[in-house]
């Protein structure tokens, strides 16, 4: 495999080897602490212009499986691992995680110390990095070209992932219980699989769909999706949440959650560097149980933005006691920061799913 840099924005450079595409790959460079779940995690469009780094030594043991994907191709900038296996182990494997990124263009990078780096993004938090197999390129040469990349603040992300024209999603349930719409701005296949496991019959639709269109069309309940970049731009969501609050019921998710608190007059903003693994305890204020939740976002709303006549929190982190859910007091919407569809992730958070139904009804 052909040597491989991954050179950051404040000049510091990792060496290892390229294994993917060797075109370089330009991103804001983040960490995941999940176990396992490469393949979901790569697929997931919420970590669209991000290079991920896993934590966890092993990537690509088990290979890759078509079922699993949360997207049709993969949507990371790049991706970082410290050993990444070239021969999967399960019999399930449709090909190997080298196979995978070549087949799709995805620049990779193994063999460096993910630990040091883990700790320097923890440390000076997430920034612009690149992938790169041009040994002989300066690093001043790469760190200029990293620096005229956008930031993540301030960055629209939702138009690159969200579906072109409205579509049903092709699990249906045998008996069809509810119409369920679900705003796209970076969907996992996952969630939607969820709703058609509570007997929905669920309908895609595109970010910008305004939402006269959804109310016309008499859904049960609307779903706002997970999805990548600063809430803050995507204005015409939250124009349409807001036209959509008091005439049916909202399950915001992961930037869905954001964009909800936008809609009510609240403030979002950048964490240092992000929660992202499928171990992220949280906290549900109601009960006082605590679940380990799957979360994969860079932006948190701020609790005291939202008026507290209007808003119950539900669910904080017990890390940083950031929120991670809330309900309106009179309308029917709910809103978790995390992901209760758990792909990758523990199951602690099915629960969520029933609870939309229940508001529903």
């Known amino acids: 495999m052909p040597a491989a840099r991954l050179v950051l924005?404040?000049?510091?450079?990792?060496?290892?080897?390229?294994?993917?595409?060797?075109?370089?790959?330009?991103?804001?460079?983040?960490?995941?602490?999940?176990?396992?779940?490469?393949?979901?995690?790569?697929?997931?469009?919420?970590?669209?212009?991000?290079?991920?780094?896993?934590t966890y030594p092993h990537i690509?043991?088990?290979?890759?499986?078509?079922?699993?994907?949360?997207?049709?191709?993969?949507?990371?900038?790049?991706?970082?691992?410290?050993?990444?296996?070239?021969?999967?182990?399960?019999?399930h494997s449709q090909m190997s995680l080298y196979e995978y990124?070549?087949?799709?263009?995805?620049?990779?990078?193994?063999?460096?110390?993910t630990r040091a780096l883990t700790r320097t993004i923890r440390n000076k938090g997430a920034m612009r990095g690149m992938i790169t197999s041009q040994s002989k390129r300066s690093v001043d040469d790469v760190v200029a070209?990293?620096?005229?990349?956008?930031?993540?603040?301030?960055?629209d992300l939702v138009k690159h992932v969200t579906a072109p024209k409205?579509?049903?999603?092709?699990?249906?349930?045998?008996?069809?219980?509810?119409?369920?719409?679900?705003?796209?701005y970076g969907v996992k296949r996952d969630i939607l699989r969820k709703l058609t496991q509570h007997g929905n019959e669920v309908c895609v639709y595109p970010a910008t769909t305004p939402a006269e269109e959804i109310l016309r069309?008499?859904?049960?309940?609307?779903?706002?999706?997970?999805?990548?970049g600063d809430p803050e731009p995507v204005t015409y969501a939250q124009e349409n949440i807001r036209r959509l609050i008091g005439k049916v019921p909202l399950f915001g998710i992961c930037l869905g959650h954001q964009l909800l608190g936008l809609a009510l007059g609240g403030r979002t903003y950048k964490l240092k560097f992000g929660h992202r693994g499928g171990n992220h305890p949280v906290k549900d204020l109601r009960s006082g149980r605590v679940e380990i939740t799957a979360q994969n976002h860079g932006f948190a709303v701020d609790p005291d933005s939202l008026s507290d006549s209007d808003v119950e929190f539900t669910h904080?982190?017990?890390?940083?006691?950031?929120?991670?859910?809330?309900?309106?007091r009179r309308e029917p919407i709910l809103a978790v920061q995390y992901h209760p569809e758990a792909a990758p992730g523990p199951h602690d958070s099915f629960y969520l799913f029933a609870e939309f139904m229940k508001l529903i009804e």
Do not use: C, W
């Open 9 to 54: 924005e404040d000049s510091t450079v990792y060496e290892g080897e390229a294994f993917g595409s060797t075109e370089n790959a330009i991103g804001e460079v983040v960490f995941n602490t999940s176990l396992t779940g490469y393949q979901e995690i790569a697929t997931d469009p919420s970590y669209r212009f991000q290079i991920v780094v896993m």
């Open 60 to 91: 690509g043991n088990y290979g890759i499986e078509r079922i699993v994907e949360q997207s049709g191709r993969p949507q990371v900038a790049g991706f970082v691992v410290r050993d990444a296996i070239e021969v999967p182990s399960s019999a």
């Open 101 to 113: 990124f070549n087949q799709h263009g995805i620049s990779a990078i193994q063999g460096l110390d």
């Open 145 to 155: 070209e990293i620096r005229r990349a956008p930031s993540m603040s301030g960055l």
């Open 166 to 184: 409205p579509y049903d999603f092709d699990e249906q349930p045998q008996e069809k219980r509810r119409r369920i719409a679900v705003y796209d």
């Open 217 to 228: 069309s008499g859904f049960d309940g609307v779903v706002l999706s997970n999805g990548p």
């Open 316 to 328: 904080i982190n017990l890390n940083d006691q950031t929120l991670e859910g809330f309900r309106h």
